[in-house]
């Protein structure tokens, strides 16, 4: 499984951005994708995930209303739209995948992660 995420970069606070991951390999055992952030000095966060066939999501208390995931399922990719950025979303974002049904915030296969840079 590979894991290929994208689109992240330097943002000034309000802009938006959208990032990418690209799953490869075997997708069907995937039953969710989901989204991370880690800042500097700071643990691992949970920030969206989404139900690869059903496309139930879930989001953090801390971008609810801000960001969304998505994902498109012919093209084997999830999206994370943000919105409304703040310089506190400064991170580097991963994507992640696991085959886990309902435990939504422990994954098995981890992209590389993506800059995002919120000026103030």
């Known amino acids: 499984v590979q894991l290929q995420a994208s689109g992240g970069g330097l943002v000034q606070a309000g802009g938006s951005l959208r990032l990418s991951c690209a799953a490869s390999?075997?997708?069907?055992?995937?039953?969710?994708m989901g989204w991370f952030r880690q800042a500097p000095g700071k643990e691992r966060e949970f920030v969206a995930t989404?139900?690869?066939?059903?496309?139930?999501?879930y989001h953090a208390d801390s971008v609810k209303g801000r960001f969304t995931i998505s994902r498109d399922n012919t093209k084997n990719t999830v999206y994370l739209q943000m919105n409304s950025l703040k310089p506190e979303d400064t991170a580097v974002y991963y994507c992640?995948?696991?085959?886990?049904?309902?435990?939504?915030?422990?994954?098995?296969?981890w992209g590389q992660g993506t800059q995002v840079t919120v000026s103030s």
């Open positions: 992640a995948a696991t085959g886990r049904i309902r435990d939504i915030f422990n994954y098995d296969y």
């Open positions: 390999g075997r997708t069907l055992s995937f039953y969710r």
């Open positions: 989404v139900a690869w066939s059903l496309g139930n999501t």
